[in-house]
């Protein structure tokens, strides 16, 4: 346990780069009962997972392009007496080392790696839900088509019928009446043995899970622009 502010603030500061994972990898994840030790675990583990990582690559890099580090033995043997010698050269490299953490710890938590193409999604799709099953059906629907717009149409219980573009959903893993998502676009309203007819001047709408009685989703691939041919440009420059 640390004894001092300084050792305080190290620990924090080391920490960090654990809760920025942490709470990237939620936003990927269905939101689940965990508990606060779970939590403090999983930070504290991914924080010095994600430090060891930067301390070989600074090693690495160091060593490669010829840069003094800090001498950790003259920390450990002197620490005050080192600290007092070199505080610019330690602040710089202690923000540098924070900078990357972070950095690290953001890209790790991505949704998506940005080298890896689209054409790898489908692929682990199967192995993914298999990975985790605590997923909620409609979490596993809307995560099926990643690229793709998710259209949804739910039947209501009283008979009635809404659907439109989704905008936003519940991460709740529990089948629970406090879900809710929302739709966006032109919203399409079908009251109970009457006919669908488009919401005039209606742009989103809210429908609580407790009142779907059936929902279907669409998948909608975004079209993409054809690029000018060269006639096209030439006529244009006329």
């Known amino acids: 346990m640390p004894t001092t502010i300084v050792s305080l603030v190290a620990l924090i500061a080391l920490a960090f780069p654990g809760f920025v994972l942490h709470r990237r990898l939620r936003r990927r994840n269905p939101e689940q009962e965990r508990s606060t030790l779970d939590d403090l675990l999983t930070i504290t583990f991914s924080g010095a997972a994600v430090d060891a990582a930067v301390v070989v690559i600074f090693i690495v890099g160091a060593a490669t392009l010829k840069v003094p580090l800090p001498r950790f033995d003259s920390i450990v043997a ?11 050269m330690l602040v710089l490299w ?13 890209v790790v938590g991505s949704p998506r790696w940005p080298w ?7 692929k682990s799709s199967t192995r993914r839900r298999r990975r985790q099953p605590h997923q909620s059906a409609w979490w596993l629907l809307f995560h099926e088509n ?4 998710v259209y949804v149409g739910c039947l209501l219980t009283d008979g009635g019928y809404v659907a439109g573009y989704l905008h936003s959903f519940s991460t709740l893993a529990a ?25 005039p001047n209606v742009n989103a709408i809210s429908v609580k899970a407790e009142h779907i009685q059936v929902l279907t989703v669409t998948y909608v691939v975004p079209e993409v622009a054809a690029p000018a041919t060269a006639e096209e440009d030439t006529s244009d420059v006329s």
């Open 146 to 149: 990643p690229g793709s717009r």
């Open 175 to 199: 089948e629970s009446g406090d879900r809710e998502l929302t739709l966006e676009g032109d919203i399409e309203y079908r009251p109970p043995n009457g006919s669908g007819a488009v919401l």
């Open 116 to 122: 890896l193409g689209d054409k790898l999604v489908p």
């Open 94 to 106: 202690s923000v540098a080392f924070l900078a990357a953490a972070i950095g690290l710890a953001f």
């Open 78 to 88: 002197a620490p005050s007496v080192y600290v007092a010698q070199n505080v610019l």
